[in-house]
């Protein structure tokens, strides 16, 4: 996986592995709000509320889809 993308999506797919035990394609098949809610209890502060419709727009910029 080539670019800042693919090196975030390899990392998040490892730690996924490790801390939800997702399997490669059940981490493919999940959607945004699926790794947050796992993810969920693992936080402690309110970054765990989601992103922000700034910087949801910040990153579909930074990689967009097309």
């Known amino acids: 996986m080539d670019g800042p993308f693919g090196a975030a999506a390899l990392a998040l797919a490892g730690m996924m592995a490790r801390v939800a035990g997702w399997r490669p394609e059940e981490?493919?098949?999940a959607?945004?709000?699926?790794v947050a809610a796992a993810l969920a209890g693992w936080r402690e502060?309110?970054?765990a509320?989601?992103?922000?419709?700034?910087a949801l727009a910040a990153m579909m910029e930074a990689c967009p889809d097309g």
């Open 31 to 34: 959607t945004p709000a699926d």
């Open 49 to 54: 509320a989601g992103v922000d419709r700034a």
């Open 45 to 47: 502060d309110d970054a």
């Open 27 to 29: 981490f493919w098949a």
